[in-house]
Every structure is written in structure tokens, then in C-alpha cells.
């Protein structure tokens, strides 16, 4: 009760004394414009992250805009996590439970919300929220996962540095986004008569495939050029400390060990792999730096409230782990700022919030009324002292939820006031986690037996939020389901097909008992 107590005091110091209502009409509302980045870790939007890499960019929408200390994804991998953005809902309200199950083409999104309002609509690059997409290694990976058997199945993450000191435009891809964004604002968006939401989707600074591992291959290789890597203090890039593998939780071992990363690494390998992803994030950065000088240089600016966001970050070797699927910081902590008429300059807001309150909070900053069932909360009264009619208040408090691959298990957070509370499956078979971040930033010291009256509390609170028990059997039937009905479409081509997945250098050495596995865990009682 003092922990919920306390979270509501944060939230009204957040707000201003006086109360206003964001009552646009139809010819000041303002443009929208959306940059949605892919494994952005939040942590570098502001001090003391943001002193290893330059950002200017980003820099420019802290000082003129709002920033979020505490912003983070409700799933930490792609689909899904653009799922809760898009849909406004919680994951296990969508069943987006991996990267092959998501949203239904047809869902209702914010950006259809604003073209029925009337505004002009327009969306660039990855989008990635609905259903039937990525590999079929990272599908059958995340079927299988309850199968007890370890296997690797990304590439060992390296570096890549190409060019030189005056290559600039290393991923092209999003280059190519970026040049069609700017042309768009230049060339349509500035005749418009009406208001416009324009989103732009990268993939930066998500890794790049490792090519030499073969077309079944994952994102493991961090890649960049002397340019932008010029940008990064390599005198601030730490080597974060790590568990003892014999100390480490059970699922985030697993999660090590089939990202392929439970070997040896050198502290050289680890910095210069974290230098390379802060030089990702240094050119996602520059392509942001596009998009806002296109809407100054056509006078745009003044008029467009401007949200740059990321889907999940990227641990890059925190927690002896690269890419994200775990609820540590360095994978579920997002960036989140947003700069704009109407909304404060240099101000940062620490209370925890979601993707999903974008839904709610882009449709107030274009007076289009909320529709019921959102699992958000607007952010305007956080960031613009505007009270806004009938709002609820947020509660301060985060659900993250993650049930796809590299990890073992339907993993739950929930993240309020100074704590991160982690349970799995049924609350029952796996220990939780909780980990006091005021006082451990790394997440290094699991303090649940030392807190176990906090965990109760959290847990009970979770609990009204999502009967998670309950949704973690349902992800359960929902894979061997979808697995038994994918080994059966393949008829006898079935042993060819899945040894040769991401983990066919482990599967080939023992194929016939990972076959034997798979169909003792088909047998198995649910």
C-alpha cells in the first residue's frame, strides 16, 4: 500500500497546478511525425548514457522537447512489441506471442484512428506488427522452447567495420527510408490542407545478419564505419560485469546460451561490440537529423509535434547476452521523446509509462476521442502541464511480457517505483527476480528472498493486471499446436527441414535425440 501510495505522489508532482484542456480545432491540429528505431537502447537519451556516444540529434529533442527516464516496451522483441505500439494493448490481450503471431491485418490502428479524423496519412519502412512474418527458425525456436534441450541458435555476436572515415551511410536500407521521408515532407506533406501523421520505420541499430553463417542466419554481426564510429568515447564504453554462470537464473542462462554467448570473450571483444552498437545508434541518429531538417527547411516544424521511439534495445553483452527477449534494462528500457507545440522544453518525466500509451497519447495531441479497451494511458498531462478531459491518470506502474524465443519460459515484469519485479510460467515452477534499481542499476543483485513481502505485493498487483498463470498455458497449448501442425505440413521432408534451422550446428550432432525430444514434449501432458 506505501509502494502504491508513493507512486501516486510522483505522479502528481508530475503535473502542473493548473488545469487546461487540449481542445485543438480542425485547423491547429498539429502534424504528427513518428520515428520508430529498432533496438534502441532508452538508456542513451539522456545522462549519464548519453555521454558514451554522440547524439545530437536526439540531443536537440531532449532540449526543445520531453524526455522519458523510464520508457519501456511491453514485449522486448520486434513483432510483438510494435503490436502493443499499433494496437494500444497489452500482448496477451492481442496474442502477439512471437514474432510470427501478431496483430491481424485488419486491427484498428492510431494512424487509422487520424485518417478517419482527417488527417493525411502516410507510413515509410519497417512497420512489423502484424502476423505471418520473420524466419521459420525463429517461429519453430519459439514453438519449442519448453523442449528440455540447449542448442544455439544465433551466430556469436562479431564486429564488421567497412568503409572509411567519410562513409556515412552504412545501412542503405534505411538510408533509402530516410531519403523517401524527407522528399515526402518536402514535396507533399508541405501543400497539404490538412493536418498529416507521417511514421518512419528503421531497422537500425538493430545487427545485421551474419552472412557466413547461411540464409538461416540471425542478426549477430555489429556493423558501422570509422565515421560513426568517431562518435563514440571509446573511453566510456564499459565492460559490464557479469554473474558467474553457476550464479546466474535458470531462463537467463538459457537465454546465454542459445544466443551463443556462453563461451569465452575477450574484454577487447566486448567493448569493441558495444562500440559498434553505440555507432548504430549514432547513424539512426544522423537519419533522425534528416527527418527534422526536412521539416524545418519547409517551415513544418513549429506545427509538428515530433516522437522518436524504439521498438526494444539491445543488451550488448550486458548480462553475458547480445539482442534483447529479456527484461533487463538494456533490452526492455526504449526511448521515448517527444517535442512539439504544446509540449514542455528540457523537461524529463520519470515516471514509468509504455509503448502502448502512445496510442492513447497520439490521438489527444489530435483531439480524436479515445476509444475503450486501451491498455495505455495518455502522456500529455505529463509533458505538457494539460490536464486532459475525462483522462485517467497512469498509474504508474509497467507490464512487459515476452513469450518468444531464446528464453524458456512466459517471463512477466513489472516495473514501479524503484522496482523491477520478474515471475515466469506459473509464478510457482521458476523463481522470480526483483531487482531494486535505485540502488542496482546493472541488475546484478536478485533480492527476492530478501524481500519476499515486496515480491507478495507485486505479484498481487500483477496479478490484477494479468491472470498470467493462466496466459502462459495458453501460450503452451498455442506452441505445440502450431508446431505439430507445421511438422505435419512438412510430411517426410520433416528431419531435412529441422536440422537445418539456426541451430543446425548443434542439432547434426545428435539429430536423432532432438527428434526423440520434440516427441516425448508432444506427448506430454499440457
Known amino acids: 500500500m506505501l509502494l502504491l501510495l508513493r507512486v501516486s505522489v510522483v505522479f502528481i508532482l508530475h503535473m502542473n497546478a493548473h488545469c487546461m484542456s487540449l481542445n485543438w480545432t480542425s485547423r ?27 547524439l545530437p540529434y536526439i540531443s536537440y529533442m531532449r532540449e526543445m522537447g520531453a524526455v522519458f527516464l523510464n520508457l519501456y516496451t511491453n514485449s522486448p522483441v520486434c513483432c510483438p512489441s510494435r503490436a502493443a505500439m499499433w494496437s494500444g494493448q497489452f500482448i496477451h490481450l492481442t ?72 562513409t556515412k551511410r552504412v545501412m542503405t536500407k534505411d538510408w533509402n527510408v530516410t531519403d523517401a521521408a524527407a522528399r515526402w515532407i518536402r514535396h507533399t506533406a508541405v501543400s497539404l490542407a490538412q493536418p498529416f501523421a507521417l511514421y518512419v520505420g528503421l531497422n537500425l541499430p538493430h545487427p545485421y545478419r551474419t552472412d557466413s553463417l547461411g540464409p538461416t542466419a540471425g542478426g549477430s554481426t555489429f556493423r558501422t564505419s570509422p565515421y560513426w564510429l568517431n562518435k563514440v568515447s571509446y573511453g566510456q564504453v564499459s565492460v559490464p560485469k ?26 577487447e571483444e ?35 509535434v515530433v516522437l522518436f521511439t524504439s521498438d526494444h534495445g539491445d543488451l550488448a553483452m550486458e548480462h553475458r547476452q547480445f539482442y534483447k527477449m529479456s527484461m533487463f534494462e538494456g533490452s526492455s528500457h526504449v526511448p521515448l521523446l517527444i517535442m512539439g507545440p504544446g509540449v514542455k ?19 489527444d495531441l489530435a483531439g480524436v476521442p479515445q476509444p475503450g479497451g486501451l491498455s495505455g494511458h ?37 516495473r514501479i517505483a524503484e522496482w523491477k519485479y520478474i515471475t515466469y510460467a506459473d509464478g510457482l515452477t521458476i523463481p522470480p527476480q526483483l531487482f531494486n534499481l535505485s540502488k542496482d542499476e546493472s541488475e546484478l543483485n536478485n533480492v527476492a528472498s530478501h524481500f519476499p513481502d515486496v515480491c507478495q505485493d507485486l505479484d498481487k498487483l500483477l496479478r490484477t493486471i494479468v491472470d498470467y498463470p493462466s496466459v502462459s498455458q495458453t501460450v503452451h ?50
Not at 110 to 120: N, Q
Not at 126 to 147: I, P, Q
Not at 149 to 159: I, K, S
Open 477 to 526: 497449448r498455442y506452441n505445440k499446436q502450431q508446431f505439430l501442425e507445421w511438422k505435419q505440413s512438412l510430411g517426410d521432408s520433416y528431419s531435412q527441414v529441422i536440422a537445418n534451422l539456426r541451430w543446425h550446428i548443434d542439432w547434426q550432432k545428435d539429430a536423432k535425440s532432438y527428434e526423440t525430444d520434440i516427441e516425448e514434449w508432444l506427448l506430454g501432458l499440457d
Open 95 to 166: 496474442q502477439a506471442w512471437n514474432n510470427y503471431k501478431c496483430l491481424d491485418p485488419s486491427a484498428t490502428t492510431w494512424m487509422d484512428r487520424l485518417r478517419k479524423s482527417g488527417y493525411h496519412t502516410h507510413s515509410i519502412g519497417k512497420l512489423d506488427y502484424t502476423s505471418g512474418h520473420h524466419s521459420v527458425s525463429n517461429r519453430v525456436e519459439a514453438w519449442t522452447r519448453d523442449v528440455p534441450f540447449l542448442l544455439r541458435q544465433e551466430g556469436r555476436p562479431v564486429t564488421d567495420l567497412v568503409g572509411d572515415a567519410s
Open 345 to 363: 522544453s528540457g523537461f524529463e518525466v520519470s515516471l514509468p509509462a509504455s509503448l502502448v500509451d502512445i496510442y492513447p497519447t497520439v490521438l
Open 242 to 267: 557479469w554473474l558467474r554462470v553457476e550464479d546466474m537464473h535458470p531462463v537467463d542462462y538459457y537465454s546465454t546460451f542459445t544466443k551463443n554467448c556462453s563461451g569465452h570473450f575477450t574484454k
Open 378 to 414: 495518455s502522456l500529455i498531462p505529463l509533458v505538457s502541464g494539460v490536464s486532459v478531459e475525462s483522462a485517467e491518470p497512469h498509474p504508474g506502474w509497467v507490464l512487459s511480457e515476452y513469450h518468444g524465443c531464446n528464453a524458456n519460459a512466459s517471463t512477466y515484469m513489472l
Open 270 to 304: 566486448i567493448r569493441n561490440i558495444r562500440a559498434f552498437y553505440y555507432a548504430m545508434c549514432a547513424e539512426t541518429d544522423g537519419m533522425l537529423g534528416e527527418v527534422i531538417a526536412a521539416l524545418r527547411d519547409t517551415g513544418l516544424l513549429n506545427r509538428t
Open 28 to 54: 491547429d491540429r498539429p502534424n504528427i511525425v513518428m520515428l520508430m528505431s529498432d533496438a534502441f537502447d532508452g538508456r542513451l537519451t539522456f545522462s549519464p548514457g548519453n555521454k558514451v556516444v554522440q
